[in-house]
């Protein structure tokens, strides 16, 4: 190869890689999700089994005894909400979704979740629920989830 080609491959590669952190640095800024693959990988191997061990069982499991309102089984149910009127999730910024506040049982404004002191989620599973709200809250179809 030519150094020619070389130069211009090094220009291609550093282009590719302003724009490319451009767009995230602008979809970050305006708050806009990414719904990135990683970010739905996230979801099906983390939050999703985190939901299913610590809140389906009071948010959904029998339809007859969901507690607050607020079923999580869907991203129907998030979007909705429960008794407060507020959607749990705000895709894109976990700050202000409903949700990751009240797991992480520092904000005032609402209650603790779960509850139970020993079923309060760890920082590992909190920052997986954060990831996944800052990256869109992508939630895939079952065929998806693979």
């Keep these: 190869m030519k150094m020619e080609n ?10 590719a890689i302003t724009l490319g952190l451009a767009r995230v640095s602008t979809a970050a800024e305006a708050g ?6 990683v970010s739905e990988l996230l979801f099906v191997r983390r939050v ?11 948010h959904g499991d029998d339809e007859k005894k969901i507690k607050s309102g ?3 089984r869907t991203m129907e149910g998030l979007r909705k909400g ?13 700050e202000q979704s409903p949700l990751y506040l009240a797991a992480t ?6 209650k603790a979740m779960p509850p139970k002191e020993n079923d309060k ?3 590992e599973q909190l920052s997986a629920i954060r990831q996944w709200i800052a990256g869109g809250a992508p939630w895939p179809d079952e065929a998806r989830r693979g």
């Design 105 to 110: 049982r520092t904000d005032p404004d609402w």
């Design 32 to 37: 806009t999700p990414s719904d990135s693959p």
């Design 82 to 94: 429960g008794d407060s009127g507020e959607p749990a999730l705000a895709p894109g910024k976990p």
């Design 121 to 123: 989620l760890t920082s």
């Design 48 to 58: 999703l089994p985190i939901f299913r061990e610590k809140c389906v069982s009071c």
């Design 70 to 72: 607020f079923d999580m």
């Design 6 to 15: 070389h130069s211009s491959l090094r220009f291609l590669l550093s282009l």
